[in-house]
């Protein structure tokens, strides 16, 4: 069974940057694409980006420009540099490939 942790939430200011990672434990994980969703509290659960097994990485309109998705195969890492965090990025952050869930990181933006 293949597990997958996320972490790097925590509360920074509106302005500010997160660096989440997602990490698998086993090299499955490179042979897939891996996504990044989130739900904030009382709303759906959102797409946010995808990087492919080659690297090629898609984000959803309102993540463009400030969201960056990256990939460490060696490590059996997905990255999700977040900068220009708005308050409406507060969410649950999940990690996900294959069948494959995290339990999810908080992150939150507040002053």
């Known amino acids: 069974q293949v597990q997958v942790v996320e972490s790097g939430g925590d509360l920074v200011q509106p302005g500010g940057s997160l660096r989440l990672s997602c990490a698998a434990s086993g090299s499955i994980v490179n042979s897939y694409g891996v996504n990044w969703y989130r739900q904030a509290p009382g709303k759906q659960r959102e797409w946010v980006a995808t990087?492919?097994?080659?690297?090629?990485?898609n984000y959803a309109e309102s993540m463009k420009g400030r969201f960056t998705i990256s990939r460490d195969n060696a490590k059996k890492t997905v990255y999700l540099q977040m900068n220009s965090l708005k308050p409406e990025d507060t969410a649950t952050y999940y990690c996900q490939f294959k069948g494959y869930w995290g339990q999810g990181t908080q992150g939150t933006v507040s002053s």
């Open positions: 990087i492919t097994d080659s690297g090629t990485s």
